[in-house]
């Protein structure tokens, strides 16, 4: 198995899922409490990920990052040099990507937190971050972790966004998923083999991780 | 003038009722008001808007003089610097902390000592001191209730306020928690609200009744005053004298008046100021059952009566009569004993003429 492209996959699903969880919280938090009728196009854009290809994602993610864009221009001001073909850009993309297996879930199991407890929590004089960190997360937190975990799962797998965003460029770019594109291509069905297995593993053990978690919430 | 929570407020709903309470609750010294109303008629709105966790679309919310909503101004204090306990009807307890954190949970802003004297206090005046290590998964209805009311207390809140606080309960538990509460309330000395469609809480726990109904309260009194004299039919009908009859006005006879009741004729006081039609309410405890054919009392209205079912109320029994009108009788368990009553048995239903309440239909 392909030792460097592992470490970037590894990277890239942590990063990403730590990146997703900071934007899916407080989305969380706010798709769950809010009675704003404009929320439904929130839900539809978090969930485009899961119907649009990839590659089309990802093709207007290497439009914006180009040279020929305000936001690509600007990230070259500021970093020095564009953001596609980089890790950094990989992120980008992958947090896009994944931003409906971790919203989601984690929208869903604050949405299930009874509304009273946390009107009494603020009525007990508890700040509403309080309220939320006392309360409101412990109490979602089956659903944070699904999320979390759907999130770096699924990251590591993702392939064409992956592709379109950030290439082939070993120790940069290359992941796990692209290693096995690359090893079928040259006709290595040994690497292949190896590679897939070890995801196929991740994947199930992931999932049946998730499940459990979720027959094991404090509530039920 | 400043020792009254003082509410006048409307709560409108998109496509649905509109709630407006006016009601001048007084503060010391620590009295239980009861906010009486049958389900639907926006107990539970008043109780959110003044624990603020909802905004009255107008009117406003003034705590011995202190303004906490006013839909005019905008001004708002928020549910955590109001400084009210609240009960939920579910006890809403948090299922993942033990009873001492859930106790505990109001008192964060104290110093160490402090919070641990005041959560000894509240668990010790609810005698729930030995459940401190329990989650409220693993404790009982009755035990939840104290614990959430402990969780309520701890703070030393300036108003209680308690949404139905004995209606999530089995009928024991709730008989044995009546009385309790009644002591825990008095001993607590903050005053309380409680909202409730249930008689025998209101008649339990109040030292003061307001109705709420039909969107307004339309009565306030003492808790006697209320049920015994109700000032309309929304209110008699919601208190429950029992026997709410449609009367029509037959004809008046020296300050009394003869009513037409399905197909009997009551004698009652006139009340003044009545239609032809009205609501006849008699209080079942105020009907006197006889076998038929008796002598004479004093009772002018001796109804022909037939018994259409009976259940038992602990050392009483609800008698329902069919005398023209269904009339119900709450008598002792001898005395229906002694008349052998049983469904289809006749017998005479004696109402006093004053007893018999007149109350103008709107």
């Known amino acids: 198995m392909d030792l460097v492209a592992l470490r970037v996959s590894l990277a890239l699903a942590a990063l990403t899922t730590l990146v997703l969880l900071a934007i899916a919280l407080p989305l969380g938090a706010w798709l769950a409490a809010t009675r704003f009728r404009g929320r439904v196009l929130v839900e539809a854009a978090v969930a485009l990920p899961l119907v649009l290809p990839p590659t089309v994602l990802g093709f207007y993610l290497l439009v914006l990052m180009g040279p020929r864009n305000p936001v690509g221009r600007a990230w070259v001001a500021l970093a020095g040099r564009p953001l596609a073909f980089t890790f950094q850009g990989l992120v980008v993309a992958s947090v896009l990507c994944g931003l409906p297996f971790a919203v989601q879930p984690v929208a869903a199991s604050l949405a299930g937190v009874d509304r009273r407890l946390v009107e009494a929590a603020w009525s007990l004089g508890a700040s509403p971050l309080r309220a939320f960190l006392r309360v409101s997360l412990p109490l979602a937190a089956p659903g944070i972790v699904a999320g979390a975990v759907l999130a770096f799962a699924h990251t590591l797998g993702e392939f064409g966004v992956v592709l379109m965003v950030g290439g082939n460029i070993p120790g940069q770019t290359r992941t796990l998923s692209i290693a096995i594109f690359d090893a079928v291509e040259q006709l290595d069905y040994g690497a292949a083999t190896s590679t897939s297995i070890f995801l196929l593993a991740v994947s199930f053990t992931v999932l049946v991780v998730t499940y459990g978690l979720h027959r094991r919430s404090p509530l039920g | 003038m400043t020792s009254t929570l003082d509410l006048d407020l409307e709560r409108r709903y998109r496509g649905g009722p509109v709630v407006r309470a006016r009601l001048e ?241 009551l004698l009652a006081v006139d009340p003044g100021h009545l239609d032809d039609e009205a609501y006849a309410c008699v209080r079942a405890e105020d009907v006197v059952l006889e076998p038929r054919a008796t002598e004479a009392t004093s009772a002018r209205n001796r109804l022909a009566a037939t018994v259409t079912s009976l259940v038992p109320e602990g050392p009483l029994v609800r008698v329902v009569l069919d005398c023209g009108f269904r009339l119900v009788a709450l008598v002792t368990r001898q005395s229906a004993e002694q008349l052998a009553l049983a469904p289809g048995r006749e017998v005479v239903a004696l109402v006093k003429a004053s007893s018999v309440r007149l109350v103008p239909r709107r």
Do not use: M
């Not at chain 2, 505990?104 to 206090?121: T, Y």
């Not at chain 2, 005698?127 to 404790?139: F, N, T, Y």
């Open chain 2, 25 to 265: 609750v007084p503060l010391d010294p620590a009295p239980v008001t009861v906010l009486f109303g049958p389900s639907g008629s926006g107990k539970t709105t008043v109780l959110r808007c003044l624990a603020g966790l909802e905004r009255p679309d107008a009117g406003h919310v003034r705590f011995r003089g202190e303004i906490w909503s006013d839909a005019a101004s905008g001004a708002f204090v928020s549910p955590q610097r109001r400084g009210v306990g609240l009960l939920f009807q579910e006890y809403a307890l948090f299922p993942h902390l033990t009873v001492a954190a859930n106790v505990a949970f109001g008192l964060a802003a104290l110093p160490a000592a402090e919070r641990e004297a005041r959560q000894r206090w509240a668990t010790d005046l609810l005698r729930v001191a030995e459940l401190a290590g329990r989650r409220p998964g693993q404790l009982s209805g009755g035990q939840r209730q104290k614990v959430a009311l402990a969780r309520a207390l701890a703070p030393r809140p300036r108003l209680l306020l308690l949404d139905e606080p004995l209606s999530a309960l089995d009928a024991p538990t709730r008989e044995e928690l009546r009385g309790e509460l009644r002591h825990v309330l008095s001993q607590a000395g903050i005053p309380s609200l409680v909202i409730t469609h249930d008689r025998a809480e209101a008649l339990a726990l109040g030292d003061r009744l307001a109705v709420l109904a039909e969107g307004a309260v339309r009565q306030v009194g003492s808790v006697p005053e209320v049920f015994s004299s109700p000032v309309d039919a929304v209110v008699a009908r919601v208190v429950g004298t029992e026997n709410v009859a449609p009367a029509r006005l037959a004809s008046r006879d020296g300050g009394l008046a003869w009513v037409e009741v399905g197909g009997a004729r």
